[in-house]
């Protein structure tokens, strides 16, 4: 049983250390499950994909669009390492 947990610890242990040395190793959802993690909310937007070239009108000119493509709003995880989050958590202080 302590030989299970000492494993279990291990593992853990060296999975946030290569975290914290190559960067994000896990999905952006597990860093905010974990708190290691922001969740941000993105807004959507509307852009143009094409313009008349009919009475007059230029491309880019925004009354001339005749179609659009819209993105939706999404929430996104801004985040860093495990190991931050865990130093923040167990108040350790880097030099």
């Known amino acids: 049983m302590i030989r299970d947990t000492l ?4 593992i853990a242990a060296g999975l946030i ?9 896990f999905p952006d959802s597990v860093y905010c ?16 994909t094409s313009w008349s070239a009919n009475d007059g009108c230029t491309a880019y000119r925004p009354e001339c669009a005749t179609s659009w493509r819209t993105s939706a709003i999404q929430t996104v995880c ?3 390492t495990i190991w931050d989050a865990y130093k923040i958590k167990l108040k350790i202080m880097d030099d």
């Open 7 to 10: 494993f279990v610890a291990a």
């Open 17 to 25: 250390a290569w975290d914290h040395a190559s960067g994000p190793i």
């Open 33 to 48: 499950a974990i708190g290691a993690g922001t969740a941000t909310v993105v807004g959507g937007e509307t852009n143009a």
């Open 78 to 80: 801004v985040h860093g």
